[in-house]
């Protein structure tokens, strides 16, 4: 079941403009424009911003209300050029669930076109209250 409810402060993807639009779960999706401040000197997104836009949505997916999803292992696709102006949307999902992990899979998209794919492993632990 996936959380409505709206995600968490995420202090570095608001930094990154990107927006978290459903979390938790094992299913989550972000929104982001490519702006000039996330381009590499060739003109097209840098590599570091789609992986962490990827783990923006990973880490959201793996998170809710019960547990803390720590994230053990993440490795990254790069599949076609982003540039300034393109809109993301990146979508995690749980691909294999384990007694006390799961395997998601991340895709970012540009349009239908994917343009990034990326795989994590995180621990289902329980939430500890603060």
Partial sequence: MTSQSSAPVDNYAKHLGVSIVQHGG???ESFV????????PHGTTHGAFLFSVSGI???AAANNETHS????HVAIDYLRPVR???Q???EAKVDVRLPKEDIF????YRGDEVVARATGRGNRRERVAQ
């Avoid at 424009?33 to 590499?40: F, S």
């Avoid at 999803?69 to 053990?72: A, D, K, M």
Wanted: aromatic share 0%; glycine share 10%.
């Fill in 88 to 90: 993301l949307r990146a």
């Fill in 33 to 40: 424009t490519v702006t000039a401040d996330h381009l590499n």
């Fill in 57 to 59: 949505a990973l880490a």
């Fill in 69 to 72: 999803g720590v994230i053990s």
């Fill in 105 to 108: 899979v991340v895709k970012v």
């Fill in 84 to 86: 300034e102006g393109d």
């Fill in 26 to 28: 094992g299913h989550a």
